[in-house]
């Protein structure tokens, strides 16, 4: 969720988990290497983020987003028990790429870098890494403004 300034940058917030199926294999230090468990690493987080676009045209749009974030990793076990919670810090950059297949809506893809600043040291996974995001946009704003100007015609 966010706003516009001036057509070109956008400012907002948002909320990201991590969707994995992956497992880890977690040692007991006094035991080890035998396995005391296998769990699902789990990360969570909140962001603010800026973003410039640099390029529109005929339907295209490309931007530059840099977002600054804080939130949770944990490991959740076979038994739904959370193991090793603690908190992250990161920032992420990439490129974004929209087509706007109409007015309002279009279809995007985004491709990045994220870099954990302060993480979880209860963690041996690593959330350092590239990511991509596939996104459908909806330009609430400039539906919000053809509503109220169809409103006040009438």
Known sequence: ??????????????????QSRYFSHLFD????PAITQKAQP?????????EYE????????FSAPVEFAFGNSFYRNDQ??????????LTLFGLNTNYMFSKWFGFGVGLGYRIVLLENKNMKDQFTSPYYQVKFKVKLGDIFKKVKKKRAKD
């Open 54 to 61: 640099f390029y529109t045209e005929g339907g295209w749009e």
């Open 1 to 18: 969720a966010g706003f516009d300034l001036d057509r070109k940058m956008k400012f907002g917030f948002g909320y990201s988990w991590l």
């Open 29 to 32: 230090a006094d035991d080890y």
């Open 80 to 89: 739904q028990k959370k193991i090793g919670t603690g908190m992250n810090v």
């Open 42 to 50: 789990r990360f969570r987080y909140w962001s603010a983020y800026a």
